[in-house]
């Protein structure tokens, strides 16, 4: 088959969609055949082809357990709410403050949200009047 056209022409052009493509599907379909049932076994593992018998593999489990891991795993709920921002997140504070904060037991933003400053400036070596900051920032983050 040819057709007077670019491969662009071949995707695009009504003349190519009118005649050259059913013709393409045409001599598809003539050399396609599929493979009637008659020619398998009654166990179906064995394939006649002229006259031969020809072993088909059957219930080859190769990868059974990761189709099964796949399919639990398409099945599991999927968690759409929004992660937990990080203590960095919070204007003023750095990798530093974040690891003070934590150490003092301050590991979320929420943990920083309910926090007593005061209490908190005596562990950490921030003042009192940072941490309210903090803790307003964290507590906008949280609502």
């Keep these: 088959m040819e057709a007077s056209t670019g491969h662009i022409g071949l995707s695009v052009s009504s003349s190519s969609h009118e005649k050259l493509w059913p013709d393409v599907a045409g001599w598809f379909a003539e050399r396609s055949t599929i493979e009637?049932?008659?020619?398998?076994?009654?166990d179906g593992a064995t394939e006649v082809v002229d006259?031969?018998?020809?072993?088909?593999?059957?219930?080859?489990?190769?990868?059974?357990?990761?189709e099964t891991d796949r399919t639990e795993a398409e099945t599991e709920p999927i968690d759409e709410?929004?992660?937990?921002?990080?203590?960095?997140?919070?204007?003023?504070?750095?990798?530093?403050?974040?690891?003070?904060?934590?150490?003092?037991?301050?590991?979320?933003?929420?943990?920083?949200?309910?926090?007593?400053?005061?209490?908190?400036?005596?562990?950490?070596?921030?003042?009192?009047?940072?941490?309210r900051e903090w803790r307003e920032r964290a507590s906008e983050l949280t609502e």
Aim: no cysteine; proline share 7%; net charge negative.
């Design 36 to 42: 009637s049932a008659s020619n398998l076994s009654a």
């Design 51 to 66: 006259d031969t018998a020809v072993e088909i593999p059957v219930g080859d489990d190769t990868g059974a357990d990761e």
């Design 81 to 131: 709410s929004e992660p937990e921002p990080e203590l960095e997140s919070i204007q003023g504070i750095g990798p530093a403050y974040s690891e003070q904060l934590e150490n003092a037991g301050v590991e979320t933003v929420a943990d920083l949200a309910a926090v007593d400053p005061e209490t908190l400036a005596e562990t950490v070596e921030v003042s009192a009047s940072r941490l």
